[in-house]
């Protein structure tokens, strides 16, 4: 099987073979085989955040309010959680998971209740309209996902999934903001 260069970067982003030699020549030590598998996925991951974030926008909902809407489905029927928890799945002040709650309220996209077992307990509740964006984000999603595997193979998927796990295995182990939340560099 032949190597596919990949498609000439668009704007001045050097090609990724032209980066990594870039990065030799200033630093010639570095491995050009882990710079060009970082840098790829640098890229890859980068091109997948702005895919995502046109789709959402056409559904009219922020990354920000969908990983809320995520948090929710996560947690299973009836898709509810407090705000508090939600705040802390998130990596969010408690005064930003207000804010967010406060506009996804507005948007019909949540229900902010209280508890009638705890009154002093807020309950945030996914709407019909907060799930049905949620699933059309996903069939989006799925649809972009299938096109950007198009050239990883049935019987590849597997072995890639795997390793790209234990890549953010490690990540996550050895990196204290893995997960978003920088509140050990302060």
Known sequence: MSERRPAPPTGDELDIADQVAVYQREFPTVDPQVETIVSTLSRVARRMNVAYSRQLNVLGITSAEWEVLKALVVSGSPYRMGPGELAKRLGLTPAAMTHRIDRMV?????????DEANRVRVIIELTENGRDKWLESMRMAAVFEEELLQDVTQ??????????????????????DALGRTDDLD
Do not use: H
Not at 155 to 176: D, F, V
């Open 155 to 176: 019987a590849e998927r597997p072995a890639l999934s795997a390793m790209l796990g234990r890549m953010l295995r490690r990540i996550e182990q050895t990196q204290p």
């Open 106 to 114: 507005a948007e019909d996209l949540v229900t902010r209740e209280r």
